[in-house]
């Protein structure tokens, strides 16, 4: 059975970091692109971070420069390093694959992020 389970989240005050963790079993790990996701309060979820099993990287245009996405292969695992966090980023954050059709696993329970202002 597929697993995602996510970790490393809290709360923080306005320009701190905190590093997400997600830890997957049951797919293909090695070649599965994989993402990071968020849903804002009120909002739909949204594709955060992609890294792909080579290890190249895209982000979205509101993270940019401020979140690192990576991957450890051999351990199954996606890491999200956040930085200068604002309250914007506020939000439950979910691991799942990336393809460019959509996420395709059951979602995990998430990890609750929150920025203080």
């Known amino acids: 059975q597929v697993q995602l389970v996510e970790s490393g989240g809290g709360l923080v005050q306005t320009g701190g970091s905190l590093r997400l963790s997600c830890a997957a079993s049951?797919?293909?790990?090695?070649?599965?692109?994989m993402g990071w996701y968020r849903r804002a309060p009120g909002k739909e979820r949204e594709l955060v971070a992609r890294?792909?099993?080579?290890?190249?990287?895209n982000y979205a245009d509101s993270v940019r420069g401020r979140f690192s996405i990576s991957r450890d292969n051999a351990k199954k695992m996606v890491y999200l390093q956040m930085n200068s966090l604002i309250p914007e980023d506020t939000g439950v954050y979910y691991c799942n694959n990336a393809p460019t059709s959509g996420p395709t696993l059951s979602w995990g329970q998430g990890t609750q992020v929150t920025v203080s202002s």
């Open positions: 049951g797919i293909i790990f090695r070649l599965s692109t």
């Open positions: 890294i792909i099993p080579g290890g190249s990287v």
